[in-house]
């Protein structure tokens, strides 16, 4: 009792940090603590909870490839069947998603580290906003399979059969059968909130990486207010050495640009095998997925669980678009590097003199280096086929529409 007294302290203490903005981390740090993947506390008593957590979900996996197997051999309603196999292919895509993510954590943490010590630095307009959206959306998805759960209780959907407890358990005593009841009416409320933590984890990856292009393009614009601000104890040299100066001063600023976008694609590619994968596993299983809970609702009409089923596809909807819009933010942000850059009114201040030719040409060669880099996209793939982007989510639609026509076609 006084470990499980010392992790209840323990999380109300946590809790109580969230709406502290100063570590934009902090919720990813709790997403990964929910789904499974790290808990941040070194004490091993913990880590003894969080065994014990993995093996419940492992369990409640289990229960739901059973009750699939019992559709398929002693069930003779295809809509039910439709309607447990897409629920376990959510399954399957949410612990792969898990294991994707204790696979690349080291990679999830050196990102972090890096983004950490910028983000965490300046508390700027974008970073607060990111900061907000990333929680606004986290809570916006608990809240939506929270109600999920009071629907599943309020109105009698456990009593349905794919919730029902198998024979060869209920003889086992009614402790068993209530802990059996508990574990698979709870799954909605435990498996909906790993799916809202990893999400979490990759929306706070990519929005930071946003923030930082972002501040990128700041500095980008601001690069000859500062050198002005660097050459106003210079009114008493002469024409010729302020010229120098001037030109030393912009050589260094635009080198400190360089290397701080270049870093952020250094760093990006750290994750983007991470994002390949975990983009290819949405997109493909929410094809089928989608098609198959649609199918489900279309045979069975509207009732509580069809409710139930449509907000879940309403969710995993709203995260494929978002992904894909968000990936084009990225792109555009990295883009617009470039744009503020060429914008800028260097033709007038960087005029060629034959005493500074070799600073001209370095300064020039760096510009047209990060104008390259910035023209290029950040390589955000599904699986390294195609592109991720809006356009690639109206393609989903399409392949989700075509998905759900054949099932129509084979039941009739």
Same mark, same amino acid.
């Given at each position: 009792?006084?470990?499980?007294?010392?992790?209840?302290?323990?999380?109300?203490?946590?809790?109580?940090?969230?709406?502290?903005?100063?570590?934009?981390?902090?919720?990813?740090?709790?997403?990964?603590?929910?789904?499974?993947?790290?808990?941040?506390?070194?004490?091993?008593?913990?880590?003894?909870?969080?065994?014990?957590?993995?093996?419940? $979900? +492992?369990?409640? &996996? &289990?229960?739901?490839?059973?009750?699939?197997?019992?559709?398929?051999?002693?069930?003779?309603?295809?809509?039910?069947?439709?309607?447990?196999?897409?629920?376990?292919?959510?399954?399957?895509?949410? $612990?792969?998603?898990?294991?994707?993510?204790?696979?690349?954590?080291?990679?999830?943490?050196?990102?972090?580290?890096?983004?950490?010590?910028?983000? *965490?630095?300046?508390?700027?307009? !974008?970073?607060?906003?990111?900061?907000?959206?990333?929680?606004?959306?986290?809570?916006?998805?608990?809240?939506?399979?929270?109600?999920?759960?009071?629907?599943?209780?309020?109105?009698?959907?456990?009593?349905?059969?794919?919730?029902?407890?198998?024979?060869?358990?209920?003889?086992?005593?009614?402790?068993?059968?209530?802990?059996?009841?508990?574990?698979?009416?709870? *799954?909605?409320?435990?498996?909906?909130?790993?799916?809202?933590? $990893?999400?979490?984890?990759? %929306?706070?990856?990519?929005? !930071?990486?946003?923030?930082?292009?972002? %501040?990128?393009?700041?500095? &980008? %614009?601001?690069?000859?207010?500062?050198?002005?601000?660097?050459?106003?104890?210079?009114?008493?040299?002469?024409?010729?050495?302020?010229?120098?100066?001037?030109?030393?001063?912009?050589?260094?600023?635009?080198?400190?640009?360089?290397?701080?976008?270049?870093?952020? $694609?250094?760093?990006?590619?750290?994750?983007?095998?991470?994002?390949?994968?975990?983009?290819?596993?949405?997109?493909?299983?929410?094809?089928?997925?989608?098609?198959?809970?649609?199918?489900?609702?279309?045979? +069975?009409?509207?009732?509580? *669980? #069809? =409710?139930?089923?449509?907000?879940?596809? #309403?969710?995993?909807?709203?995260?494929?678009?978002?992904?894909?819009?968000?990936?084009?933010?990225? %792109?555009?942000?990295?883009?617009?590097?470039?744009?503020?850059?060429? *914008?800028?009114?260097?033709?007038?201040?960087?005029?060629?003199?034959?005493?500074?030719?070799?600073?001209?040409?370095?300064?020039?060669?760096?510009?047209?280096?990060?104008? #390259?880099?910035?023209?290029?996209?950040?390589?955000? #793939?599904?699986?390294?086929?195609?592109?991720?982007?809006?356009?690639?989510?109206?393609?989903?639609?399409?392949?989700?529409?075509?998905?759900?026509?054949?099932?129509?076609? =084979?039941?009739?």
């Amino acid at each position: 009792m006084g470990g499980v007294r010392r992790l209840t302290n323990w999380l109300k203490y946590k809790l109580g940090t969230l709406d502290d903005e100063s570590d934009y981390f902090r919720q990813m740090e709790w997403a990964l603590m929910i789904a499974g993947v790290q808990l941040p506390s070194e004490n091993p008593n913990h880590h003894k909870w969080l065994f014990c957590y993995r093996v419940a $979900i +492992l369990f409640q &996996c &289990c229960i739901w490839c059973d009750r699939f197997f019992v559709a398929c051999t002693e069930w003779n309603s295809p809509a039910e069947l439709i309607g447990v196999f897409s629920f376990v292919l959510a399954l399957v895509m949410i $612990i792969s998603r898990i294991i994707l993510m204790r696979v690349y954590l080291k990679d999830i943490q050196k990102v972090r580290s890096y983004l950490e010590t910028i983000l *965490n630095k300046d508390l700027t307009e !974008g970073r607060v906003r990111s900061y907000r959206l990333i929680r606004r959306i986290f809570l916006v998805l608990e809240w939506l399979f929270f109600c999920d759960q009071i629907i599943l209780y309020t109105f009698g959907v456990y009593e349905e059969r794919q919730y029902s407890v198998p024979d060869n358990i209920s003889r086992l005593g009614p402790r068993v059968k209530l802990a059996f009841d508990i574990l698979i009416c709870s *799954n909605h409320i435990m498996l909906s909130s790993i799916y809202a933590a $990893i999400l979490t984890i990759l %929306n706070t990856l990519i929005m !930071g990486f946003s923030t930082e292009l972002e %501040n990128v393009v700041f500095q &980008c %614009n601001g690069i000859f207010e500062r050198v002005n601000d660097q050459m106003s104890g210079t009114v008493s040299l002469n024409e010729k050495m302020a010229t120098s100066k001037f030109w030393n001063i912009f050589r260094t600023e635009l080198n400190m640009v360089a290397a701080r976008h270049a870093e952020v $694609i250094e760093q990006f590619a750290t994750v983007r095998t991470l994002l390949k994968i975990s983009f290819l596993l949405i997109f493909y299983t929410e094809i089928v997925f989608i098609g198959c809970a649609l199918f489900y609702v279309k045979m +069975l009409g509207l009732t509580m *669980n #069809t =409710v139930i089923v449509v907000s879940y596809v #309403t969710a995993i909807l709203m995260e494929c678009y978002w992904f894909c819009r968000l990936t084009d933010i990225v %792109n555009d942000t990295n883009h617009a590097i470039g744009c503020a850059l060429y *914008n800028l009114n260097w033709p007038e201040k960087l005029r060629d003199m034959s005493n500074l030719r070799q600073e001209y040409l370095e300064i020039r060669v760096t510009m047209l280096v990060i104008m #390259t880099r910035a023209q290029q996209k950040l390589g955000i #793939t599904c699986g390294g086929m195609f592109e991720m982007s809006v356009a690639a989510f109206h393609e989903l639609m399409k392949m989700i529409y075509s998905c759900l026509m054949f099932l129509l076609s =084979v039941t009739t």
